[in-house]
């Protein structure tokens, strides 16, 4: 498969963005753990990185090892998450704005633009706002947004951005797995496996599952 490349970036620039932020999520399809968005920022002079890829096409031990490298190349880079409640309380798609919102606060350097995966713009504020999605960080300014389907394939900042958030959000669950050992995060990460699935069957939903999500169990689960 072609590797990533800055092709579309470099477009972005020409147009007149002199930053651009690849932006990519992971666990939008999990029963556990947050939502995390990575975001990774490219100037004129960042070159080529060799080696990244989107995340669901390197082993774990390749992921981490992109971390480092990212950190040192990108001219700034960032990790946000929303938390099971908060996809509770308003939703997949404002959870994920709101992590994305996050990522962006911690960015060193503000972007000129977005470049966002997939053809559904997920991080720009609707119009008119449910007041359930209001938040703080809401107030900051969010940069236009440009969309590109596979973007994590063929852009390397997406791909970048994919591996940090991908990383950082299985840290997470491998952490609450020392807290909830049965339900095989360190090894699921959260996701409807057989073995998961089977502990939901057995012990209910904790308290970092999507408890609005169709988990086939019901009750709750003290830590």
Known sequence: MTAPTLRRERELM???ARRVCGMDEVGRGALAGPVSVGAVVVEEHTRSLPGVRDSK???AEARTALVPRIHS???ACAVGHASPA???D?????????????ALLGL???PDIILLDGSHDWLTPPVQASLFEVMDESEIEIPPVTMMVKADLA????AAASVLAKVERDGVLITLAQQFPDYGWEQNKGYGSAHHQGALERLGACEQHRRTWRLGIEGERSP
Do not use: P
């Not at 852009?155 to 997406?158: A, H, N």
């Open 90 to 102: 308003v939703g997949l798609i404002a959870a994920l704005r709101r992590a994305g919102i996050r």
């Open 73 to 75: 190349w990108a001219a």
């Open 108 to 110: 060193a350097v503000r």
């Open 155 to 158: 852009c390397t900042s997406v």
């Open 57 to 59: 096409l390197l082993a």
């Open 86 to 88: 908060e996809i509770d």
């Open 14 to 16: 020409r147009q007149g």
